[in-house]
């Protein structure tokens, strides 16, 4: 029981604090499916790196086999890619389109539900797995600091993407909106991925044990960034007529603005991140 709980309770309280960051808050039941999705999408994972290590039995191998420049593709494309697409593509699918996605910041609490909830069934295997000793204790508390927030921070990249491409599609920006449905996957991607490779390849070359702290701290401090720029973002994407006024953005020159929507220097026509049409 003790076990359990360590292995929850850290993807209970980040949960809590996405949720409490929204300042709309989404339907419960919704939350409650979108993280029990996340659950599924372990089983989309275990499927997809078995079909794929069937393919290609390279991907068959254990970690402590590969080279360290092995463990590039095993790394990115093996683990980080199936991981990340088996739950955007739940986010996608479910939440995207959804009534209720009416502010960019509701795609980073979907996306951080499902993530969550890919997490949890993840750190639940991993705890006891270690045993039911001091040994899944440790290996609980270890990653309620780190694999569990790293989840979230992943999902976070992967909804404040779908949250500006969601806006830019509200504007007609076909481009703008695919660039940003790219980064959404492509982004967590390569942040899941050099997460792992750092951890794994410490195992080979002890110095990089020091560069995945340092990756860490910047991977955490840069989505808690995400979170409160988007948080910050009150407009509804889902009105007809949707033209904001500027809070604060006083144009510094007749060509140079700030986006009233996500903060964005605009020079021109559109926001390059989000795709507002400053000009009509």
Known sequence: MILLFLSIL??????RYIYRTDFEKEPTGMLVGLFF?????????LALTLILSNIIPFFAMSDGEITILGLIPYI????ALIEEFSKWIFVYLFAYHHYEFNHAYDAIVYAVFVSLGFACLENIMYVFNSGITTSGISTALLRAITAVPGHACFGVLIGYYLGLAKTADKHQNKEISKKNKIK???FPILAHGT??????????IPFFFLLFIVFVVF?????IDKVRQMSRVHFDIRESSFIPTPPVPIPLTHEYRFCPMCGEKVIGKFCAR???QHIK
């Open 76 to 79: 990115y494309i093996g683990v």
């Open 37 to 45: 999705m996340g659950i599924g999408s372990v089983a989309v994972t």
């Open 184 to 186: 959404s996957l492509l």
């Open 10 to 15: 850290p993807v209970f309280l980040l949960g």
């Open 219 to 223: 991977l955490f401090s840069k989505t």
């Open 274 to 276: 989000c795709g507002y």
């Open 195 to 204: 997460y792992d490779f750092l951890i794994f390849g410490s195992a080979q």
